[in-house]
């Protein structure tokens, strides 16, 4: 059985993608993300949300393994949103990836071109923890100063794979980070220090 989308489409989309927006204009801050989603697992609601949200007929996505392999989860979203799934993460508008710890690394994915840099992939992270404080320290447009993040997984190798990604501005993957009711965004323009 096809479990439900957002129960007031239009409001609950505005209210996710006003959260998105608000997390990549300023970076490394945690915002709200509500969501009352119970997508078939191991799809997370915050997964769910973002993906029905932001995703339609004309926007390719990827899947890490753990979501590939639940025929319900593609089911879900090719229904809820029409997003057609690709095998390629290169050829992704938006990347989901439930298993952080086993993320690919980013040049895995669309980096976008000189002339379209808005043809990159956006990575959207499961998280089982994301807080304000010691982690990895952010810098950039949208930051007073600096902003600390705590993740829980760290993707492999994140903290140099975040400043490769940084250099080679204006092209780039974005990311959105999630975690139980949160998310935080970390476009390609923002540096990471440590």
């Known amino acids: ?98 298993e952080a ?16 840099p808005d043809g990159s992939t956006t990575l959207v992270l499961a998280l089982d923890a994301l807080d304000t404080g010691a982690g990895l320290r952010f810098t950039g447009p949208g930051i007073r100063g600096t902003a600390d993040l705590a993740l829980a997984p760290m993707p492999p190798g994140w903290p140099g794979a975040l400043r490769e990604n940084h250099a080679g501005f204006p092209l780039g993957v974005d990311g959105l980070l999630t975690a139980p009711g949160r998310v935080a965004g970390l476009p390609r323009s923002t540096a990471v220090e440590g």
């Open 1 to 98: 059985m096809l479990r439900p989308g957002f129960r007031d489409p239009v409001h609950d989309a505005q209210g996710v993608f006003r959260a998105v927006l608000d997390a990549l204009a300023r970076p490394g801050t945690i915002h709200a993300i509500s969501t009352h989603l119970d997508p078939p697992q191991p799809l997370t609601p915050e997964l769910a949300a973002i993906a029905l949200a932001l995703t339609d007929g004309d926007t390719p996505v990827w899947l890490d393994p753990a979501l590939a392999a639940s025929p319900e989860v593609a089911a879900y979203l090719r229904f809820h949103t029409g997003a057609p799934l690709t095998d390629d993460p290169a050829r992704a508008a938006f990347a989901f990836v439930r």
């Open 101 to 116: 710890g086993r993320c690919p690394p980013l040049a895995a994915f669309a980096q976008g071109t000189p002339a379209y």
